[in-house]
């Protein structure tokens, strides 16, 4: 069984703080998605990396995939208090179709 | 177009029960997964359908089951109700059932169950 692990799991910053989820694992996926989620409501994708070392940027949001496809992390500059969310990862096996999620990283940005 | 639609939003039922949550696919999309999200954690992977066939099951017991319908719509039926079935249950489509390099997977807004 694949497993992802994140961390951290709460995150409470200011806004216009720079701050960093990271997704772990021991095995090799074939991609890696982040999602965030609102409350009561399902995930909303951001973004997939496909290729190891691959970075991919979506405004403020910085996401790379390890060289070894075994990790990933996202990075938000300058965080606005709208970035307030539950961020998940979610690794493809390489074998087949379902996605494992990490635990989630509860992140709230105070005015 | 409509993204993935769920029904109902919300459901109340009682220890034993029976519940059918039901799923509609993106237009075009062939294929339906099925996700449980308990409180303060990641989605669990409960099934995966690909033209009416299942591909993928997780490690669920055997009061789960799903079926796919010839329009790509999708059930998920859970039997005797347990208190630790209270969860939100996703439904995921995707164009062809092989998620991250070829595919993507999109989810819809979930149904609440609470099981009492």
């Known amino acids: 069984t694949q497993l992802l692990e994140q961390s951290p799991q709460f995150l409470s910053i200011q806004e216009g703080e720079n701050l960093t989820v990271y997704c772990n694992s021991s095995?090799?996926?074939?991609?890696l998605q982040w999602y965030r989620q609102e409350p009561g409501e399902g995930p909303v994708l951001l973004v997939t990396?496909?290729?190891?070392?691959e970075v991919k940027k979506l405004k403020r949001l910085t996401f790379q995939f390890g060289d070894a496809r075994k990790d990933s992390s996202l990075h938000i500059t300058a965080a606005q208090t709208g970035d307030t969310g539950l961020y998940l990862c979610?690794?493809?096996?390489?074998?087949?179709?379902?996605?494992?999620f990490g635990e989630g990283t509860q992140l709230t940005v105070n005015p | 177009d409509a993204g993935v639609t769920q029904s109902p939003t919300h459901l109340i039922k009682t220890r034993g029960q029976h519940v059918t949550l039901r799923c509609s696919p993106i237009?075009?999309?062939?294929?339906v997964s099925w996700y449980q999200q308990v409180l303060g954690q990641g989605p669990q992977f409960i099934f995966q359908?690909?033209?009416?066939?299942?591909?993928g099951r997780g490690n669920f017991p055997d009061r789960f089951s799903a079926r796919q319908f010839p329009n790509y719509s999708s059930e998920l039926n859970v039997n005797a109700l347990l208190l630790g079935d209270s969860a939100l249950y996703l439904c995921?489509?995707?164009?062809?059932?092989?998620?991250?390099?070829?595919?993507?997977?999109?989810f819809g807004p979930g149904t609440r169950l609470t099981v009492l």
């Open positions: 990396v496909v290729t190891g070392g």
């Open positions: 359908y690909y033209e009416k066939e299942e591909r």
């Open positions: 237009s075009g999309h062939k294929s």
């Open positions: 979610a690794g493809a096996e390489t074998s087949g179709s379902r996605l494992t």
């Open positions: 095995s090799v996926f074939s991609s």
């Open positions: 995921a489509s995707s164009l062809n059932g092989r998620a991250g390099r070829t595919d993507t997977q999109y």
